[in-house]
């Protein structure tokens, strides 16, 4: 019976992936940097419009409209634009924490 040889039983080994110095991770985040300001710019946004439709005046006309307090009527359009700002908060902020772990060397990017 012919011996086998140690070429015949070894099985390649997937390379490692070579770590990121700290200053790829570095240079890396600082390409980041406008998409910190993106997110952080559309939660003032939401926030901005969240604040419209419960300050003060918009409670008084809700009030004399509905009898109550704390019963709000929100109208359509500003309904339509909060949905927008908070689902694109929502997908800045996504690509954002991707695009973070990634640059750190935690992702696939």
Do not use: Q
Request: with cysteine; proline share 5%.
């Amino acid at each position: 019976m012919p011996k086998p040889t140690a070429a015949a039983n070894a099985t390649a080994m997937p390379e490692a992936p070579r770590r990121l110095t700290d200053a790829e991770k570095l240079a890396r985040l600082h390409d980041l940097e406008s998409d910190f300001y993106a997110a952080e710019n559309m939660a003032g946004i939401v926030w901005d419009l969240l604040s419209e439709m419960f300050d003060s005046e918009a409670k008084d006309a809700s009030e004399k409209m509905t009898g109550h307090k704390d019963c709000f009527i929100i109208d359509p359009g500003a309904l339509e634009r909060l949905h927008f700002a908070v689902s694109h908060s929502w997908r800045l902020t996504e690509k954002l924490k991707d695009d973070l772990l990634a640059g750190l060397g935690y992702g696939s990017n």
